[in-house]
């Protein structure tokens, strides 16, 4: 179910901001299904793919990247990992 892939999604972000060391406060404000998006980003997937594990559309994600990259202020994939893993 959704519910049961947020909850995946979710336990999966945590493990990968624990062993990456992502910024946490960076995704604080940001929505499940945007924090999916961010995680695709940073594993290096292109947007049919992170649409394709997530099961909607290449442009959906688009869209919610384009509100990722508005809400953390950042213009580019490569931002967003800087952004995301830190220093």
Known sequence: ??????????????????????????????????????????????DAAIAESRGTSARTVANQLRRVFTKLSVHSRGELRAKILGP
């Not at 959704?2 to 945590?14: F, N, P, Q, S, W």
């Not at 493990?15 to 998006?37: G, I």
């Open 1 to 46: 179910t959704t519910a049961t892939r947020i909850r995946a999604g979710r336990a999966e972000l945590e493990v990968l901001v624990a062993s990456t060391n992502v910024r946490s406060d960076a995704t604080a404000e940001l929505t499940d299904a945007e924090r999916e998006v961010v995680r695709g980003v940073v594993e290096g997937k292109s």
